[in-house]
């Protein structure tokens, strides 16, 4: 046993067999946490309030009388009970968090300072034109650099996120043919491999979806578009850097045949990451592509959003773009709200207010500190790491697309896991026992087995290295027939794999009382 | 620059691995017309002093709400929120992490949304609510296509009480999807012609409590009239902390509530990020939008949460699915729910009994100012007045002498007729001081 100077064991001794877990549900310091509802906080209260001058009488019998069943905890518990919560997760912080698509990049700690600035974090949306000049300036430079990085002439801030920002792009799309009397156009296209997001907007919209086959090498079929572009095609939703984390090499070309039977061409902006400072979207013909600043400009995911997705527009959708929108004049800055006159081609309003005022703040302090220079070196770093990744981890895994570069992320398929009786699922979760986030899995579709690695341009070579490291000792082990590290992982994680069936066969959403019965499933 | 590790030396063995000559060869299949070699005309990078100095002189050309008397609200409303929410919120494990797609290691996330979901289906006084939306106003839009997948009808009234923003993107993202929307002339006592336009085709009535004038209403008779239709009832409340005080939408008869959560513990930010509320009886479970977390098992047997129901979702059922939305507002909702176990419900209702109690006090100061016409009848913490002179005038006048003395009504909505009205809102953070500022400046302003 090895000890140190004053004879503390320093290292397990290897010969002690495992006790089987712990005997209170914890593991190692973190705490097994009960939820906020069963920590007996049925009267208490975290703040402390002066009380009310005048009561409720005059309300007469629209007061609430029902107990509403809101647990409460005093400052110390509830910091305990969140903390706790906290170190189940992992981040971005911790290890390098290779979600494909995702771009998890790292959150500079500058920008939240900034989103805090009184001036920004407690300006109300209606708060007089004349006392928020500084916001709307600042929305009005965000747009300057979101139109020059896309050499697009205009730019949609309000929608709250990608998606939102499809669905900003496809109004503009559906408005523009509307004016034209083309309203009758039904179809849009989207390649099999695109986001889930690009159907579902679509649809949403009310069109119906045709999907274009991929070729081989993993690009959008030209032969396949053709035949299927149409008088009916109102748009074509392409992702490029497409989501085999390839460039389309005949993005000019799906451009000029989109346009020429008088379709519009929405691009899905979620990989700009890759190209940012170096390609212009506007100089291959796209029409309307949203911009997730929580991607490309750094803004935190969150565990789930908030996110932002400002649209840059073409001129010829530009004059469909909802209200509202910062226009300069002699005064300083006026933010149209309720369009008049010939503005009203506009097809209407996403959101309440201006959009993501906190993350355009975060992405402009972002966009600030690289500059030009640094933006563009984003994408190269961002692209290096990829290719890196891919060349290493080439030397044990399946590349879906091996020839030639990726850009922004790698991706594999499992033909590799043949025969090992391990699925890319079990590959994922035993990657959770080495310290990483598994890769984005069985995405895209189009792929077998999918597994889609995007390092981001944040990640050291050091960093690299550990992850390529772990994932080859990784493979090695699942070709050397080391089954049960990979088909029960994870077995070091706060929790081991959760059973999802189950979850949805019988949907458990609220917290209930022990003595009331679950929710059922319909 | 000091957010990039990477090294020339880095580069250039990482590009001898890669077998490239250079970053060019990564960058072969753009075509050569996109191919730019110049630096974009924009500025060089620049260290966190520059930055925060250009961050900071916009910030201070704005009036933050607590640099002096303050009475905005009409939709997002100035409250006090507990210092320990923005520290829990910055911990790097809930800020840098993504949604949470593998349960194992994000249980902090999943626990706190099934705490949130169970939050909003409490203060709603309904069975279930989702993992959050972008904001109140789409959530309310997405209420209204939900209540057309339910009711397989098309038309949707809306009340001329609803918030003239949410009635905007309602109408904006329904009518894409080919349904009528009927908008009612504003009101500000609205639910009477509500109840006139429901018939037969209704897939649901929108009505809003407190509503964009600040009335407080029993919808119930709402309720009743749409049900004996077929229609279902959806509540839109754009001030959460009123749930601390009111009827709850269940207990009124809704089948969808919405809110906008701004109110409990996320900052005003000029309009985002907010959190969208969303919550509806459980048989409608499976039309609802967005992301559910629901409780399982790991294979130990412990207790654990995953995402759940999500072949209701895009990822899966792609143009089959009941909404696109994918990113919603995870942290925005983390910051709500820290904020609400904080305050309990004793806290809650202290801090809705303090809201009503100031927007009293402030009723009888303003009541009293000869030609201020009070026009709300029953209000929470927000009413709205008819002055003398023209409502967005007086306010940018007392913008001058640092007052924000609330949101003209013809803000919201220009055709509505109402250049007199003005919305005003006070909270638990308004003084007595603040009350007696405006008194003397609305005075001064209508000539007494």
Not at chain 1, 333 to 341: A, C, H, Q, R, V
Not at chain 1, 425 to 432: R, T
Request: proline share 6%.
């Amino acid at each position: 046993m090895s000890m140190n100077s004053v004879g503390r064991p320093t290292r397990p001794d290897q010969q002690t067999p495992g006790v089987g877990g712990s005997l209170t549900g914890a593991r190692g310091l973190l705490q097994d946490e009960a939820l906020i509802f069963e920590l007996g906080g049925w009267d208490k209260t975290g703040v402390d309030l002066e009380a009310p001058k005048f009561d409720a009488s005059d309300l007469g019998d629209l007061v609430r009388t029902a107990p509403m069943g809101l647990p409460g905890l005093s400052e110390p518990e509830t910091m305990r009970h969140y903390v706790r919560l906290s170190q189940k997760n992992h981040a971005i912080d911790l290890a390098l968090y290779p979600l494909g698509s995702c771009t998890m990049k790292h959150n500079p700690r500058l920008n939240e300072k900034m989103a805090r600035l009184a001036g920004f974090g407690d300006l109300h949306p209606l708060t007089p034109v004349s006392a928020s000049q500084g916001a709307l300036a600042l929305m009005d430079r965000l747009a300057h650099w979101l139109k020059t990085l896309t050499a697009m002439p205009a730019v949609a801030m309000s929608p709250k996120a990608g998606a939102h920002g499809e669905l900003c792009g496809l109004l503009c799309i559906k408005a523009a043919h509307e004016a034209k009397g083309q309203g009758h156009r039904r179809t849009v296209l989207v390649p099999t491999s695109a986001h889930g997001t690009n159907p579902a907007t679509a649809a949403f919209v009310g069109y119906s979806v045709t999907e274009i086959a991929q070729t081989e090498d993993g690009r959008v079929d030209l032969a396949d578009l053709e035949a299927k572009l149409s008088a009916d095609v109102a748009a074509i939703m392409v992702t490029n850097p497409n989501t085999c984390g390839l460039f389309e090499r005949d993005i000019v070309e799906i451009a000029r045949l989109t346009h020429e039977v008088g379709a519009y061409f929405y691009c899905d902006g979620a990989n700009f990451n890759a190209i940012v400072g170096r390609v212009r979207p506007g100089d291959l013909g796209v029409d309307a592509m949203h911009i997730n600043l929580h991607k490309t400009f750094s803004t935190p995911h969150g565990g789930g959003g908030p996110g932002a997705g400002p649209v840059v527009l073409s001129a010829a959708l530009a004059p469909f773009a909802p209200a509202p929108w910062v226009v300069s004049g002699s005064n300083g800055f006026d933010l149209i709200e309720s369009p008049e006159g010939d503005a009203v081609q506009g097809f209407g309003r996403m959101v309440a207010f201006q959009g993501q005022m906190g993350m355009f703040v975060r992405a402009y302090a972002y966009m600030l500190s690289h500059g030009a220079d640094g933006l563009r070196q984003v994408a190269e770093d961002a692209v290096l790491n990829a290719n890196y990744i891919k060349a290493r981890l080439s030397k044990v895994m399946t590349p879906a697309f091996p020839e030639g570069p990726c850009m922004h992320e790698a991706l594999f398929d499992d033909h590799w896991l043949e025969g090992t009786g391990i699925t890319t699922l079990d590959f994922a979760k035993a990657m959770i026992d080495e310290g990483f986030h598994p890769m984005t899995m069985y995405f895209p579709l189009v792929v077998h087995g999918a597994m889609l690695i995007e390092p981001t341009e944040t990640e050291s070579k050091l960093e690299l290295d550990r992850f390529c490291d772990a994932l080859i000792a990784l493979a090695h082990a699942a070709k050397a027939g080391d089954v049960d590290r990979f088909t029960g992982a994870p077995y070091l994680a706060p929790l081991r794999r959760l059973d999802e069936t189950q979850a949805a066969r019988k949907p458990k959403l609220t917290w209930k009382p022990v003595s009331q019965t679950p929710l059922a499933a319909e | 620059m000091r957010y990039l590790p990477l090294t020339p030396a880095d580069r250039a063995k990482m590009l001898s691995v890669i077998g490239a000559k250079s970053i060019d060869d990564l960058f072969i299949d753009v075509p050569g017309v996109a191919q730019i070699r110049d630096l974009f005309d924009l500025p060089r990078h620049a260290g966190e002093m520059e930055v925060e100095r250009e961050l900071a002189a916009l910030a201070a050309m704005n009036r933050p709400a607590g640099s002096g008397p303050f009475f905005c609200g009409a939709g997002a409303y100035k409250h006090h929120i507990p210092a320990t929410v923005d520290h829990v919120i910055q911990r790097s494990e809930f800020l840098t992490s993504y949604t949470p797609y593998q349960p194992e290691i994000a249980q902090g996330t999943l626990q706190v949304l099934f705490e949130f979901q169970t939050q909003v289906a409490a203060l709603t006084g309904l069975d279930v609510a989702n993992a959050s939306m972008y904001d109140g106003s789409t959530a309310c839009a997405e209420a209204v296509m939900m209540a057309q997948r339910v009711t397989r009808r098309n038309k949707a009234v809306l009340s001329g009480g609803l918030h003239p923003h949410y009635a905007a993107v309602t109408q904006t993202i329904a009518s894409a999807e080919s349904m009528e929307i009927t908008r009612l002339a504003a009101a500000i006592d609205a639910e009477a012609a509500v109840i006139a336009s429901i018939d037969n085709d209704t897939a649901c009535v929108v009505v809003q409590t407190p509503n964009a004038f600040g009335t407080v209403t029993d919808v119930s008779k709402v309720a009743e009239a749409a049900h004996a239709a077929g229609a279902l009832l959806i509540v839109v409340t754009t001030e959460a902390i009123s749930f601390g005080l009111l009827k709850s939408p269940g207990e009124m008869g809704a089948d969808i509530a919405v809110a906008e959560g701004q109110s409990i513990g996320v900052g005003l930010s000029y309009g985002g990020p907010y959190v969208g509320l969303f919550a509806c009886k459980e048989k409608y479970v499976r039309q609802m939008p967005g992301r559910l977390c629901g409780e399982t098992l790991d294979a130990e047997g412990r207790r654990g949460f995953v995402l759940t129901l999500s072949t209701r979702e895009q990822h899966i059922r792609r143009d089959k699915a009941t909404s696109n939305i994918c990113t919603n507002s995870g942290l925005c909702a983390l910051a709500f729910t820290i904020h609400l176990s904080l305050l309990g419900e004793r806290g809650l209702k202290s801090l809705a009994a303090l809201n009503h109690s100031r927007a009293r006090e402030l009723r009888d100061a303003l009541a009293v100012i000869p030609g201020v016409q009070i026009l709300t009848p029953r209000f929470f913490n927000e009413f709205a007045v008819r002055l003398p002179v023209n409502a967005a005038e007086t306010v940018e006048a007392l913008v001058g002498q640092g007052i924000v003395a609330g949101v003209p009504y013809s803000r919201l909505a220009p055709e509505a007729g109402m250049d007199d009205v003005l919305l005003v809102a006070a909270t638990e953070t308004t003084t007595e001081a603040d009350i007696a500022a405006l008194v003397v400046a609305l005075k001064g302003r209508t000539g007494q």
